[in-house]
């Protein structure tokens, strides 16, 4: 048996030396559509599928694309929330629902707030890793709509520490991340940053319009960037953020298959349809504990570094980045974070097209979180498929250039305001 | 005595109605508001619900807790800041469940007029019949040694008849509330000579405090809502008969016609005899006996509407909102028949729709509906230009919608030569906020 590289020691030093012992793809890749408000097929008060059609039509597309279920050695299934939001739990019993060749299979449900799909693909690499499986079918889901936003405000508060959530605002992430937007423009100036906040939103639905899944892909208003320059209504909602400076209320599955290179013969898929995946950057942050910076997204910084070293490349081979864009501030700061610009100089990188599907590094492709949607426990598989997509030339309408010498993306999953990161390198095969 | 000493006990007369539920709610929720003042905080306040039978009270108490709910929703950001020294409140979830918990500890709900004995301030919804508001504020006014003031929600009576013969000494004024109350933003103010001050102050707080709008109107029957309302509905039926005489059109052709163009032509939410169903035919025929004798120049009676009643056809709603066939059959809300008087039965409007909108003809090509209409940026200028067209434009659609216009600002003119109302501006904000039209009749667009 192959001497296992990947370890988890106890100084951080070491934590970074993280090492791929054998070679991980990811093949397969399937969205549902992002729904919830904007897609023309959403109504509040008519029936819309449940938790369990998601997780059907996205595991059968996986399982059609890899052979069907008997190829499957492992499944994970990523949901932050269901308890509350679907009143459901025990969601990995739902893979035979998905195809009876998945019954009596391990399976196995994991959870870390927005950051959930993103463990859920490092659950399946280190499965992948340990020899325990050469096929593993990962599938996010989280349905959101099942309550109204000021309800849904109080489910997802559970993802930051509960003590908190007394003296914290009605809209718990909003305001925490309205928070950071006020401390930003305190220290970098107002005017810049909310420019590039207004051409991201710009970017980020413009983008969504080139993929029929994306919440915002029917979304036909004119002038985005004078709708983003709404100002915040602090009366109904936060200081420094406006709706539009927020990723919506979605529902939605993705799926994807983690597979070694056995997996990938068992599978009979080619490596022209495969992504591989070549670093892997997980963290965690004090639950408990305020940002030391709130300008800064530390445990960002820390898991693209890792992933990065691990894929042994820098951020200027990247061809692509899907960033976690719940509000378009924790863009920009992630912008700076992963290192394409220092703190305070993200809003200049943004607005000088750096970012845009045209731009030197193409961010977000499909929309992100807030063009394409974000149901939480899918999110992180979502992106994901976006850059495996990408890389395979499957991305549609959405397809950008990919060069040659850069034949890289990047993905930074968070969990709550900075807690637990999840970051992957991907490589064109 | 203060504001918040005047609104420890109220009382809301006819309070299963959908008026006075509107009103009774609003109280309630101005109750909270002072209850969370810290000034307030050992104050007591009580709100009697006041009708006729439990029958009627049954359902109250849940159409309150549902608006109380919905109103916690949307304020949840400023609600948070309410309760924050609740630490056993912590959800949005938990605080409006408190929120709507606190809103119905005011209310009790009673069916004896004596509850109202005690009480300072009396709102008064029951049903626009001056005999019946007469006698029971007179007798809450002979029984109550808090010479409490009166607010009465009549759309019609004159304030100063109903101050006479109760005995009231000054202590009344018209609050007129649109419907839903709960809803709507203006409210009609209405004082007489006699009026004393002290009540339009709580007025003006009680109003303001409760995020409504208000406009003053002369003491005059029907004021200025039911002052156009009324004209307008006998101008439609004259353009009916019009259609009819001179046209050879039948009547349900007629009154589809009319109805399309008073929506469609006009740019209104609802045409006007889709707007006589949903407030009652029954409510509309009240409402002109009411004013009739008041109004001396003008015949306010509708032969239309009394043809309808007495075939037994009321309009009006359901209790659960629904819209009852009145001038027409509603399927899901949609226009399907419409009632011939003559005939005794509902005619199928799809057997000569067709016809009836090809005579018409088109509409200009600035048109919008209604709700685009309301919402765009550079409504004036786009209103502007489809009046501009309509004057234009010579089918019999564009033709007759002309005349309804001009007819429209006449009886808009009108209300205020005839002291009815102080302003213009106070008439388009009536019909603007009252009954959701896009523009006033006042204006430059005709």
Known sequence: MNQLTISFSKTPENNSDMQMRKKVFLVAGYNTISMGTGRKEFHPRKPRPGLEDYIKEAGENVLSQIGGADNVDECVIANFISSRYNKQANLAAFFPYIDPGLTYKPAVRVEGACATGGLGLVTGIKSILAETAQVVLVLGVEVQNSVKAVYGADILSAAGWYKERKKGHAHFFPGKFSDRAGAYFASYGKEKARQAMAMWYRNAIENARLCPTAQEFENKVEDLESLAFTPPNPNVFVDHLNVYDCSKVSDGASAIAVVSEEGLQRCGISKQDAVELIGVGQAEYDLTKAPENPVWLSTTEQVVKKALKMAGINIQQLATVECHDCFTIAAVMAVEAIGFATTGRGPDFILQGNTARDGKVPFNTTGGLIGWGHPTGATGVHQAVTIWEQLTQKAGAAQIKIPRDRPYGLSVNMGGDDKTLVSLVYKKC | ?446
């Open chain 2, 1 to 446: 005595m203060k504001y918040e000493d005047k609104l420890t006990n109220v009382t809301v007369m006819g309070a299963a109605g959908k008026m006075g539920s509107g009103i009774l709610y609003l109280t309630a929720t101005e109750m909270a508001r002072q209850k969370f003042l810290p000034a307030n905080k050992n104050r007591h306040f009580v709100l009697y619900a006041l009708d006729t039978s439990h029958e009627a009270l049954s359902g109250l108490l849940s159409y309150i807790r549902t608006q109380a709910w919905r109103f916690a929703e949307k304020n949840i950001v400023s609600l948070r800041k309410v309760y924050s020294d609740r630490t056993d409140l912590i959800d949005n979830e938990d605080i409006i469940r408190q929120y709507a918990h606190d809103v119905l500890s005011f209310i009790r709900p009673v069916t004896r007029i004596e509850s109202a004995f005690e009480s300072h301030v009396i709102f008064e919804a029951v049903s626009e019949n001056p005999d019946l508001k007469i006698q029971l504020m007179s007798t809450i006014n002979k029984n109550n040694k808090n010479l409490p003031w009166f607010f009465t929600n009549t759309s019609a009576i004159p304030i100063s008849t109903l101050d006479e013969q109760a005995n009231l000494d000054g202590r009344i004024m018209g609050v007129h509330f649109y419907n839903p109350p709960a809803v709507q933003k203006l409210i009609e103010v209405v004082k007489t000579e006699n009026t004393r001050p002290e009540l339009s102050y709580f007025v003006n707080d009680f109003i303001k405090n409760v995020g409504k709008t208000y406009v003053w109107a002369y003491d005059v029957a029907g004021f200025i809502g039911n002052g156009y309302f009324m004209r307008d509905i006998l101008f439609a039926e004259q353009l009916v008969k019009n259609l009819q005489e001179q046209e050879e059109f039948s009547y349900a052709e007629s009154l589809y016609m009319i109805n399309k163009i008073s929506q469609d032509f006009l740019i209104r939410p609802m045409g006007i005899f889709q707007l006589v169903d949903y407030v009652g035919i029954d409510v509309v025929q009240f409402i002109m006996s009411v004013m009739n004798p008041h109004i001396t120049k003008e015949n306010i009676h509708s032969q239309l509407i009394d043809s309808h009643l007495n075939n037994g056809i009321k309009g009006g709603q359901f209790a659960t909102g629904k819209q009852r066939d009145g001038f027409f059959k509603y399927e899901e809300g949609n226009l399907k028949a419409v009632f011939d008087p003559g005939k005794k039965r509902y005619l199928d409007i799809s057997e000569f729709s067709e016809t009836c909108d090809e005579h018409l003809g088109n509409l200009p090509s600035k048109w919008l509906p209604w709700k685009k209409m309301i919402r765009h940026p550079e409504k004036n200028d786009l209103l502007r230009m489809y009046f501009n067209q309509l004057k234009e434009l010579k089918n019999p659609g564009a033709r007759i919608a002309w005349q309804y216009v001009q007819k429209f600002k006449e009886i808009g003119s009108n209300l205020v030569k005839e002291k009815v109302a102080l302003r213009f501006d106070d008439v388009n904000a009536v019909l603007i906020h009252g009954f959701h039209h896009a523009y006033g009749p006042v204006n430059d667009y005709f």
